[in-house]
């Protein structure tokens, strides 16, 4: 490492700081960034470092873009923004030498990510807590000193090339070398959500941690809870003491630990979190929601809740539309998320035994058996509304009835809010009071498949028990069912909890205007049922696979497939290729499957093809196949250089799992249709609803209440007549035991 130059790629807050370092060390560095403007004013004035206004420093250093430099690299410290890593490391891979390395002196959990682009042994871990901002173009802020630690990877002993790069980066502040950088990062992951937590506000770091020291312990604590799964051993650092912020600890320690925190950064002059910057002065996403995605990963595959630290990461999502909103009155609100005094856990699982009596039930039952006609009437008027996706004129038509109908059925005493939404059908909530602080949520939606005009050869029509028409089984009978048994349960006296009912206008085309809405409403609610139409047989649905929705393009060279077949690089042929490498990933045990749909290429059969498509739908029922296809379709390289391989698009909807508070619903269910004289199977099924995005949130969700039939999206959609009143007597005695 001596014998070469290091090249810091981001030479942005924690690269400019360590290159100030490096330098003064005596040692030959560059600098690789892709802002042009910085980059042209270290090239100009050196890159100065300043505190409290005072240029402290002035380095003159090598700068460059990324395509002013081909050489090969040798010891690269990686210091650009967490969603920048991917880039990154596409321009960086190809150029380390065989012993080079890649040193993450990022913010947040990079190594893995780095080590399957350029290998473990080629991978260095770090810790970083520097407190610093770049404040304009070539311009750094030292915001005070901060911790900053240096290892293997995986745990791995200390070695001489980390030796030697901590004794580089010591000439101006500490440098710990370390063998468990993993137990820096998981403590810094706590104090990190703590100072994000800040950015909700335009106040002080420490004045906001001193004046929520409840809320600061929670979001911390959730992230622990989580390290404390994996078997990490947390590290302290500077005046941060994860112990005192774990689930447990005593009230004290954590007074104490606050006190001593909140003491430290007073003495810093950065008083504002980099998160804080971006948002309110760089007006720019931050990259911290990155950060967490591999804790919330982890925490939803082991069961472990975060409510706090979710509604921080969407706190701050909603801030970059709208930085103006930041306000302390976000982290009071977060208060509400916090476990009772007594220590018990939030969110509760819901219960798995009825509250009714086989009495009561009879009772139900019997109302809604007098009202059938009326039930099975609505349905008819519902259907007679077409709300094809794509239609907006119609969406709103249909919207405006349902409000009617709601009012007749449910009255006007409510909360309503209708949402509009570019392009989509607006979303439609109605909140009615009831029992409880948290409400439960009723989740539906109004859109169909079908297109305008259907009904005129296809309208409503009901042969005995058997309904057709667009739409009646996905899910037009769902909704009618859901309200209809709010409405006896109001009838006949019976308690029920506060409801959220949430329809939107979108579902059929992947919810892309309204997950954003359902989500925040599921964080918030105690429950999500979801009357999606049921699955063969009647079961209700208790786990869907994820579904990802991704494009590979190949870009070749065009040539005279006749006069020159040997100087073009056909993007067809290198699809092909491509597409023996997808169907490799399929795994029908794991329940992992490749779909690819659609393909398309070339432009005549005499030119060699300078560019091909393929369509994919990707099918996953667990967050670990979720994750290898991921890394799958970003490993994809292709087999002719002459040819490129650029996968785009993403996951559309998350995986919904069985998990515990999912079982504990489909326990009460199953008991709730026995005092009914039904029986009620349970299923996992390959399609996916907006149950998907409530689970991913953390709300328990029972999913496919809806109608009972069959041919969801096929001309042969039926639903039974004789199922809407035995759904809606389910459900509502599912609802009233919830209350």
Not at 210 to 233: N, Q, S, W
Not at 502 to 525: F, M, P, Q, Y
Not at 684 to 696: H, I
Request: aromatic share 4%.
């Amino acid at each position: 490492m001596s014998d070469t130059t290091y090249t810091v790629v981001g030479g942005g807050a924690i690269g400019g700081a360590l290159v100030h370092r490096l330098v003064r060390a005596g040692q030959r560095v560059r600098i690789v960034d892709t802002d042009s403007a910085h980059v042209a004013a270290i090239r100009e004035k050196g890159l100065i470092l300043t505190r409290g206004g005072d240029a402290l420093d002035v380095t003159r250093v090598e700068a460059m873009l990324p395509e002013d430099y081909d050489g090969p690299l040798h010891t690269v410290l990686l210091a650009v923004k967490a969603q920048a890593t991917e880039a990154a490391l596409d321009w960086i891979a190809p150029r380390l030498a065989p012993d080079g390395c890649v040193v993450s002196m990022q913010n947040g959990f990079n190594e893995d990510a780095i080590a399957k682009r350029v290998g473990p042994d080629r991978t260095v871990a770090a810790f970083v807590n520097i407190f610093v901002d770049v404040v304009e173009p070539g311009v750094i802020r030292d915001g005070g000193a901060g911790a900053l630690v240096v290892g293997e990877t995986g745990g791995a002993p200390v070695s001489d090339r980390v030796r030697e790069l901590v004794d580089n980066l010591a000439e101006a502040n500490p440098v710990q070398a370390s063998d468990n950088v993993e137990g820096f990062l998981w403590a810094k992951a706590g104090f990190g959500a703590m100072l994000a937590t800040t950015a909700l506000a335009d106040e002080a770091m420490a004045d906001l941690i001193d004046r929520h020291a409840d809320v600061m312990a929670a979001v911390a604590g959730e992230v622990f809870t989580v390290a404390d799964a994996l078997g990490v051993t947390l590290e302290a650092f500077d005046a941060f003491e994860p112990e005192a912020f774990r689930t447990g600890a005593t009230p004290a320690a954590r007074s104490d630990a606050v006190e001593r925190l909140t003491c430290w950064l007073r003495t810093q002059s950065k008083t504002r979190s980099g998160i804080w910057r971006d948002l309110a002065v760089r007006r720019r996403p931050v990259e911290v929601t990155t950060h967490y995605e591999i804790v919330f990963a982890h925490a939803a595959r082991l069961g472990i809740a975060t409510p706090v630290l979710r509604a921080v990461m969407d706190g701050l999502l909603e801030l970059e539309r709208d930085p103006t909103g930041m306000s302390e009155g976000r982290l009071t609100a977060l208060g509400a998320l916090l476990p009772s005094a007594t220590g018990a856990p939030a969110p509760r699982l819901p219960p798995s035994t009825p509250t009714v009596s086989s009495a009561e039930a009879e009772r139900v039952s019997s109302w809604l058996i007098e009202h059938g006609d009326e039930i099975v009437g609505d349905l008819a008027a519902y259907t007679g509304f077409e709300s094809p996706s794509d239609d907006e004129e119609l969406l709103g038509a249909c919207v405006e009835w349902l409000r009617g109908w709601l009012d007749d059925r449910l009255g006007t005493d409510c909360q309503e809010e209708v949402l509009a939404r570019q392009g989509a059908g607006d979303i439609l909530i109605r909140r009615y009071a009831g029992s409880g602080e948290s409400p439960l949520l009723l989740l539906g939606h109004y859109d169909t498949v079908w297109p305008a005009g259907t009904l005129a050869h296809r309208p409503y029509h009901r042969d005995g028990d058997r309904i057709t028409g667009p739409g009646v089984f996905d899910m037009k009978a769902g909704l009618v069912q859901a309200v209809w048994a709010l409405k006896a349960l109001d009838a006949l006296g019976l308690p029920r909890p506060g409801i959220t009912l949430l329809i939107n206008g979108d579902e059929e085309t992947g919810s892309l205007a309204s997950k954003d809405v359902v989500v925040a409403e599921a964080r918030h609610s105690r429950a999500t049922l979801v009357f999606e139409a049921s699955a063969a047989g009647g079961a209700v649905k208790t786990a869907r696979k994820g579904v990802g929705l991704f494009r590979v393009t190949i870009t070749g060279q065009e040539g005279h497939a006749g006069l020159d077949p040997h100087r073009g690089a056909s993007a067809v042929d290198e699809l092909a290729r491509q597409l023996l490498y997808l169907a490799g990933l399929r795994d029908s045990a794991a329940g992992t499957s490749v779909n690819v749909g659609v393909v398309s290429g070339g432009t005549r059969p005499n030119v060699t093809a300078g560019r091909a498509v393929a369509d994919l739908d990707v099918r996953v029922s667990s967050r670990g196949e979720e994750e290898r296809i991921s890394a799958a379709l970003e490993a994809a390289r292709p087999h002719d250089p002459r040819t490129t391989v650029e996968v785009t698009g993403g996951w559309n909807r998350p995986v919904f799992v069985r998990e515990p508070g999912v079982a504990a619903l489909a326990d009460l269910a199953r008991n709730c249709a026995s005092l009914l004289g039904e029986n009620l199977d349970e299923a996992s099924v390959g399609g996916a609803s907006d149950g998907n995005f409530a689970a991913a949130a953390g709300s328990p969700v029972l999913d496919g209440l809806g109608a009972v039939g069959d041919g969801a999206h096929a001309t042969s959609e039926y639903a039974e007549a004789s199922g809407l009143v035995r759904r809606a007597g389910l459900a509502a005695l599912v609802i009233t035991s919830l209350a």
